[in-house]
């Protein structure tokens, strides 16, 4: 679909104007794609948000058909994850799943309350290493899955092209500083997507990746508990301290004095 076609020639003000709109829609929609996949814990706001905004990005490029899929190359792969870097995906993915680890470890410090003060602090350790590795590992798996999606849907020229924009002046100062961007550079942002079709390729992918994150939501959740369950008991077991969160050993044997 090349969106230079949407109008013709005299309404070149209105399609501009869809244009801009559009940026507007991809720049808020990406932010959201690359944090929700790093949620320990179930947001429903931020599942909503996403929904919304990428909802709102289908009906204005029209992206029914999924762009089709074909094995991903090294070179495509490459490319991808520059275009990852430019967005700082591992970075905002590492700032949400922060901020679930605190949520989170004050839940867990209610538990070991009732410890002896030295298993505590043996506790908190257990507990923070088992969750910065299944974190770790989840990340990894989501760049390496997004990687793949977006590389077995868009060419080398469509990367080249993503990347080369996100390089220039204008295209940084939109993620980095949106604010110093005047009307007149988001102008030529809009007619440089309106020239170039990998950008609307670029947005229908985007589209298409994020509603599978959401669908796989629950799924992607109980895989990264189950992991982070196992790291925990794990540490757990190897300084043979024994609490409710792993039902499997609480019973098992005594505790080790204080």
């Not at 690359?34 to 909802?55: E, G, I, R, V």
């Not at 969750?131 to 849907?153: K, N, Q, V």
Request: net charge positive; aromatic share 6%.
């Amino acid at each position: 679909m090349q969106l230079g076609r949407l109008a013709p020639r005299g309404g070149a003000t209105q399609a501009k104007r869809k244009t801009l709109r559009m940026i507007a829609l991809v720049q808020a929609g990406l932010a959201l794609m690359l944090a929700y996949p790093a949620h320990a814990q179930d947001d429903p706001a931020m599942s909503n948000k996403t929904a919304s905004a990428f909802a709102q990005l289908g009906q204005a490029f029209s992206t029914s058909a999924e762009t089709t899929a074909t094995p991903p190359t090294p070179e495509r792969l490459r490319l991808v994850h520059q275009y990852l870097v430019q967005y700082k995906a591992e970075a905002a993915m590492k700032a949400v799943g922060q901020a679930a680890y605190s949520q989170t470890l004050e839940q867990f410090k209610t538990k070991a309350a009732a410890l002896p003060a030295r298993q505590q602090a043996q506790a908190l350790t257990a507990f923070s290493t088992a969750f910065e590795s299944a974190e770790a590992a989840r990340i990894r798996i989501t760049l390496d899955g997004m990687a793949t999606y977006f590389a077995s849907r868009l060419s080398e020229d469509d990367l080249k092209t993503v990347i080369a924009w996100n390089d220039s002046d204008i295209g940084h100062r939109m993620r980095e500083q949106p604010l110093t961007v005047t009307q007149e550079e988001r102008q030529q942002a809009g007619q440089f997507t309106l020239d170039h079709p990998a950008m609307i390729r670029l947005v229908q992918v985007s589209v298409g990746y994020s509603k599978q994150v959401l669908a796989n939501a629950p799924s992607a959740k109980a895989a990264f508990q189950a992991d982070f369950q196992s790291r925990l008991c794990q540490n757990f077991s190897a300084i043979q301290l024994r609490m409710s969160t792993c039902p499997a050993t609480a019973t098992h044997a005594r505790r080790r004095p204080a």
